[in-house]
């Protein structure tokens, strides 16, 4: 199977091109490497010495044997190069990663809300119209993010994007309907993600694009089977207030002898998935693919749910680092309970991986590996929801 990456140098989109390599899919990979670029902004690097895509896949090429066709372009800003990719390769799937992924970057100021709106929208427009442009039928699969959802849920479990609805239009008669959940944003970078569904939904009900949105948790852990195979094949592990995710960021503290710093409460409730589970998800969702004319698929990519304050605690157990309660720089509930329903993915014959497998123990031996990395001043949030 022929797959086109959008977004394949980044944390999930690395990962996924060897997994799917290494399992038989011939990969064509695309990054414009503005994650890289925005280290450069920050001043700030992956905990991971990640090498330059040169020599990832040089290294993947003396490892597996295989090749992976790299292209530097901004899916964003250049249809037309897109667009002669698909036409050219014309592969089965694209997975599309290519978005600005952290909520914090995304409230930092006016310019860096205009460009994840410009950034997000555009990408996943540009792929959509690219596909019914090319006359091809290619199954999209985008990674979107349980934040969609917002986290106020009333006490009922997320549905996998649809929710059924009974409405009493005149006394007496029911009409029932299915509605894509109410999306409820908590930043800027969720509201980009809340208006790609919209854009799924229109260009499926009107072209019939094939698409899959897998509603994504908080991806924690670093390495996969092939990742781990050779330090040039390395994940990248954000730590910094903007990019990293709380789970690592939190091993990462404990390595380096940092208190856990916890957001208000720590009553925030969130779901969790591990970057190994990841890309077997990917795997199932494009050799899985919606049959034409089906609606979009939307699947919760997400293992389990977790307390922040919960897991600080666990952390705490395990390496001894003390717990800090910070001001919560995000403008939210400060305590909420969180259901996900994930059926879809374990018919499909996912084995969950959870924090009870031994894998935290896998990320901390990786944070004190490189914990001479660490620049302790990036560890505090700055970005704030309301300044
Ligand atoms: P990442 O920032 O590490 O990777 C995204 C990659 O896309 C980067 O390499 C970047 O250079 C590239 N990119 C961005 N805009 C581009 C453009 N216009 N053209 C070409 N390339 C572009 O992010 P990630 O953690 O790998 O996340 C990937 C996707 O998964 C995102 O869409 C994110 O919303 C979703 N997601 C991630 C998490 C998580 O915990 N990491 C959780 C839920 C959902």
């Known amino acids: 199977m022929k797959v086109i990456i959008l977004g394949a140098d980044g944390f999930c989109g690395w990962p996924t091109t060897l997994h799917l390599s290494a399992h038989g ?37 003396e490892i597996s044997g295989r090749c992976l066709a790299y292209h530097n372009f901004d899916v964003a800003k250049n249809y037309k190069r897109l667009l002669s990719l698909i036409e050219q390769e014309k592969p089965e799937a694209i997975v599309h990663f290519a978005e600005q992924r952290s909520a914090p970057y995304s409230m930092k100021s006016p310019r860096h809300k205009r460009y994840t709106v410009d950034n997000n929208l555009n990408a996943t427009n540009n792929v959509l119209c690219a596909i019914v442009e090319s006359g091809l039928d290619v199954h999209l699969v985008h990674l979107g993010t349980m934040g969609v959802y917002g986290y106020g849920t009333a006490g009922m479990q997320i549905p996998e994007g649809y929710l059924p609805v009974k409405l009493e239009v005149a006394p007496g008669v029911l009409v029932e309907k299915e509605i894509l959940y109410p999306p409820d944003p908590g930043s800027i970078y969720h509201m980009t993600k809340t208006q790609d569904a919209l854009l799924f939904y229109y260009y499926n009900k009107n072209d019939g694009v094939r698409v899959t949105d897998l509603h994504q948790g908080i991806v924690w852990g670093t390495q996969t089977a092939e990742t781990a195979v050779d330090e040039r094949l390395i994940n990248r592990f954000d730590y910094d207030g903007d990019y990293g995710t709380v789970l690592n960021r939190f091993l990462m503290q404990a390595a380096v002898g940092h208190h856990l710093t916890v957001h208000g409460t720590g009553g925030q409730t969130r779901a969790f998935i591990h970057i190994q589970d990841t890309v077997r998800c990917i795997e199932l ?48 509930a400060s305590e909420n309970a969180l259901q996900v329903a994930n059926d879809k993915f374990l018919s499909l014959g996912l084995n969950p991986i959870t924090l009870d497998d031994g894998l935290l123990t896998e990320v901390t031996e990786i944070a004190m590996k490189y914990r001479h990395r660490v620049d302790l001043s990036k560890i505090p949030c700055t970005s704030l929801w309301r300044p």
């Not at 064509?28 to 994650?35: A, E, F, I, Q, Y």
């Not at 939307?298 to 922040?308: C, D």
């Not at 003390?322 to 001001?327: Q, S, Y």
């Open 285 to 332: 969702a494009i050799r899985n693919p919606p049959l034409s004319g089906d609606r979009v698929n939307i699947l919760n990519q997400q293992t389990e749910t977790h307390q922040v304050r919960a897991l600080a605690e666990k952390v705490r157990q395990i390496t001894g680092a003390e717990i800090a309660f910070v001001k919560n720089p995000r403008v939210e």
């Open 25 to 61: 899919c011939d990969v064509v990979m695309v990054d414009n490497l503005s994650r890289r670029n925005i280290d450069n902004e920050l001043e700030v690097r992956s905990l991971t010495p990640i090498s330059f895509m040169g020599e990832r896949i040089a290294a993947w090429r």
